[in-house]
C-alpha cells in the first residue's frame, strides 16, 4: 500500500505561485510514474501532468503547459507541482497519484484510469 499526502494549497491572487508537495509512505515511489489531476466543482477529474518515474519525460496538459512544473525528489520519496502565472481557471482540488502498474516503465500516464492510488487532495483557489 501507498499513502499519499498531498500539501501547499491555499489561496492566492491571479499571476501568482504554489508548490504543491504530495509526500509518500508505505513504500519507495522511486520506480513509479507519478501524476497531478485536478477537480472542480461539478467538473470531471481531469489530468494536470505527468512524471515518468526516471523524471527525464513528462506530459502537461495544454492548459499548464509553461506555467506548471512536476518534479520528484526520490530520496524524500515526495513529487512537487510548481504553479506559476496562475488563473481564476486553475481553481480546483489537486490530487497527485502513483502507478505502481507501471513501475519501472518510462511512460507517462494521463488516464485516471492509469493510477492506483491517490491522495486525499489539497484545494487551490485563484481569486482574480
Known amino acids: 500500500q501507498v499513502q499519499l499526502v498531498e500539501s501547499g494549497g491555499g489561496l492566492v491572487q491571479a499571476g501568482g505561485s504554489l508548490r504543491l508537495s504530495c509526500a509518500a509512505s508505505?513504500?519507495?515511489?522511486?520506480?513509479?510514474?507519478m501524476g497531478w489531476f485536478r477537480q472542480a466543482p461539478g467538473k470531471e477529474r481531469e489530468f494536470v501532468c505527468a512524471?515518468?518515474?526516471?523524471?527525464?519525460?513528462?506530459n502537461y496538459a495544454d492548459a499548464v503547459k509553461g506555467r506548471f512544473t512536476i518534479s520528484r525528489d526520490n530520496a524524500k520519496n515526495t513529487v512537487y507541482l510548481r504553479m506559476d502565472g496562475l488563473k481564476p481557471e486553475d481553481t480546483a482540488v489537486y490530487y497527485c497519484a502513483a502507478s505502481p502498474r507501471l513501475s519501472g516503465v518510462d511512460i507517462v500516464p494521463m488516464r485516471v484510469d492509469s493510477y492506483d492510488y491517490w491522495g486525499q487532495g489539497t484545494q487551490v483557489t485563484v481569486s482574480s
Open positions: 508505505g513504500r519507495t515511489i522511486s520506480k513509479y510514474p
Open positions: 512524471l515518468s518515474w526516471g523524471g527525464g519525460t513528462t
